[in-house]
């Protein structure tokens, strides 16, 4: 059974750096065929999708978050980390990680089959 | 972007009847491999979302039966044959044929 678990402040300030954590186990990250992501859902609002990561170290982005957005991995830790800079009040949400989209996408397997419970992070001066 | 667009917004249903949900996609999902990756997720309240349904009408595990997905190119649906209580939450289509990957703006499914 994959779980996974974001860790990180619950509080960011105005234009500061928001960063989190999602910790992978039951699946190696390092040499797991599914690229690792993050999504976002405003308070009382939609799913946005942020962004995600294979193990190869390839990423994609959401451009509607304009360059803000840098996801790296840690193999060693089993973890991938998500940073946004110059956060606004309008990056106040519950963010999640999930397992992404099956590397290659023909192989059959599910997407977004594995979540974790999300972290709420409130941009606040 | 592919923009997806779900209707209706908000489902009041009586328990036991069926329920539908329509998401339209602004271009074609099939990807160069022929297949379309359009899934549905649902969003209980106060829980992450959860895979119901991936590549149009494939079931993931332990999904129930009454769960169906139909559709192709731009036009899919989501079919709840006879709506149970646990079925409460709110519904998304998402697409993973191109990135970005994205998201209808949601289904919110009530009993009445």
């Known amino acids: 059974q994959v779980q996974l678990q974001e860790s990180g402040p619950g509080l960011v300030k105005p234009s500061e750096t928001l960063s989190l954590t999602c910790t992978v186990s039951?699946?190696?990250?390092?040499?797991?065929?599914?690229?690792w992501g993050w999504i976002r859902q405003p308070p009382g609002k939609g799913l946005e999708w942020i962004g995600s990561?294979?193990?190869?170290?390839?990423?994609y982005y959401n451009p509607s978050l304009k360059n803000r957005v840098s996801i790296s991995l840690d193999t060693s830790k089993n973890q991938f980390s998500l940073k946004v800079n110059s956060v606004t009040a309008a990056d106040t949400a519950l963010y999640y990680c999930?397992?992404?989209?099956?590397?290659?996408?023909?192989?059959?397997?599910?997407?977004?089959?594995?979540w974790g419970q999300g972290a709420l992070v409130t941009v606040s001066s | 972007d592919i923009v997806m667009t779900q209707t209706p917004l908000s489902s009041p249903v009586t328990l036991g009847q069926p329920a539908s949900i329509s998401c339209r996609s602004s271009?074609?999902?099939?990807?160069?491999?022929?297949?379309?990756?359009l899934s549905w997720l649902q969003q209980r309240p106060g829980q992450p979302p959860r895979l119901l349904i991936y590549?149009?009408?494939n079931r993931f595990s332990g999904v129930p039966d009454r769960f169906s997905g139909s559709g192709a190119g731009t036009d899919f649906t989501l079919k709840i044959s006879r709506v149970e209580a646990e079925d409460v939450g709110i519904y998304y289509c998402?697409?993973?044929?191109?990135?970005?990957?994205?998201f209808g703006q949601g289904t919110k499914l009530e009993i009445k």
């Open positions: 999930a397992r992404d989209t099956p590397a290659p996408r023909a192989s059959g397997n599910s997407p977004y089959d594995y």
């Open positions: 039951g699946d190696s990250i390092g040499s797991s065929s599914y690229y």
């Open positions: 990561i294979y193990r190869s170290g390839n990423t």
């Open positions: 271009q074609s999902l099939v990807h160069n491999d022929g297949n379309t990756y």
């Open positions: 590549k149009v009408s």
């Open positions: 998402t697409q993973h044929t191109q990135f970005p990957h994205t």
